[in-house]
């Protein structure tokens, strides 16, 4: 292995300590001014703080697996993949929410507080409907799997020894940092399952050979149809 500035680890300790520094104050800042929105505007700031280091690296956003698709049948490739990680997701999301109600942990009656506060105004109202659907495919499905899978298993991993269990450490990591980003309104559930959630995807990205697209396309989906389920008021 080079010894590259980019894979010294001082400097890249510093690199994800400012990385999750900007991720966290945004955040907590942005929670008193636009609550709803807090989670998308910190995210948009913490992925220009990355692209700040990629021009510093003199890196390509394929390093984080955004692939140019150069030829027509890149796309119809993709697509079971990005199927897979649509059941995997939804599988692990549905058994968990069942399985922790089965033990009393939660009950799956209701909407959750802070989804409902969150999201309580989608229900018919097209607009609010669209604006939310055009935050999951960029924000969501873009912005979080660009960072969450894409960034910091690229990163962590660069800092861990060559063995085995490195790829496990790698996945591990983001997928808890992933739940307890969405604990804020989901709670110790929303924690569980999408630290679950992330573990999958994660899994799946380095399954797929670091290719971030059947991600993109599968947490798109996924949340296009919780959307869809909120605007239409269907009980799934």
């Not at 804020?184 to 380095?206: D, S």
Request: proline residues 4%; charged residues 15%; hydrophobic residues 55%.
């Amino acid at each position: 292995m080079t010894d590259t500035p980019l894979r010294r680890a001082p400097g890249l300790i510093i690199e994800l300590a400012i990385v999750m520094a900007v991720l966290v104050v945004t955040k907590l800042v942005f929670d008193q001014i636009a609550w709803r929105f807090a989670g998308p505007i910190s995210l948009a700031f913490t992925l220009a703080t990355i692209a700040g280091f990629t021009i510093r690296h003199r890196e390509s956003w394929s390093s984080f697996g955004l692939r140019r698709l150069t030829r027509w049948w890149s796309i119809p490739l993709i697509l079971p993949q990005a199927l897979l990680g649509v059941a995997a997701i939804l599988a692990i999301g549905a058994g968990t929410a069942l399985a922790g109600d089965a033990l009393g942990f939660w009950s799956t009656e209701g909407t959750q507080d802070g989804v409902e506060a969150r999201w309580g105004n989608i229900e018919g109202n097209l607009p609010v409907y669209l604006m939310w659907m055009a935050i999951g495919w960029t924000s969501a499905a873009f912005g979080e799997e660009i960072f969450f899978r894409g960034y910091l298993i690229d990163r962590i991993g660069k800092l861990l020894p060559d063995a085995r269990w490195a790829s496990l450490v790698a996945i591990l990591v983001p997928a808890l940092i992933f739940g307890i980003a969405h604990a804020y309104y989901q709670g110790i559930r929303g924690l569980i399952v999408t630290g679950l959630i992330g573990l999958a995807l994660g899994t799946l990205y380095l399954v797929n050979k670091r290719n971030l697209w059947p991600n993109i396309i599968a947490h798109g989906v996924v949340d296009s149809l919780a959307f869809t389920a909120m605007y239409l008021n269907l009980d799934i």
